[in-house]
């Protein structure tokens, strides 16, 4: 079994800046995909950024430009740095990874953002 924790959540400004982490641990060789997806209050869950375990990336069009995502494959974390944030950025942000070993995702237990206008 493999755990995700997500830190580094919290309120700021329109314009302001966080920076999100994930850590993996457990069963942690093997991680294929991860990924953070955003859930606003009575919106479905959607996908914001993704890394493959080789460094590649890819954005939802809203976060283009504002957001990086990246990775530290030793340390088995994932970050999410938000530059730019606006009010439509507020949610859950919810933490992916896909175990190679086990044939399955886990996801972790999310961190609010808030960003006020």
């Known amino acids: 079994q493999m755990q995700l924790v997500e830190s580094g959540g919290g309120l700021v400004q329109s314009g302001g800046s966080l920076r999100l982490s994930c850590a993996a641990s457990?069963?942690?060789?093997?991680?294929?995909?991860m990924e953070w997806y955003r859930q606003a209050p009575g919106e479905q869950r959607d996908l914001v950024a993704s890394i493959t375990n080789s460094g590649y990336t890819n954005y939802a069009d809203s976060v283009k430009g504002r957001f990086t995502i990246s990775r530290d494959n030793v340390k088995a974390t994932v970050y999410l740095q938000m530059n730019t944030l606006k009010p439509e950025d507020t949610g859950v942000y919810y933490c992916?990874?896909?175990?190679?070993?086990?044939?399955?995702?886990?996801w972790g237990q999310g961190t609010q953002v808030t960003v006020s206008s």
């Open positions: 457990g069963r942690i060789f093997s991680i294929g995909n």
């Open positions: 992916y990874a896909w175990s190679y070993a086990e044939g399955r995702p886990y």
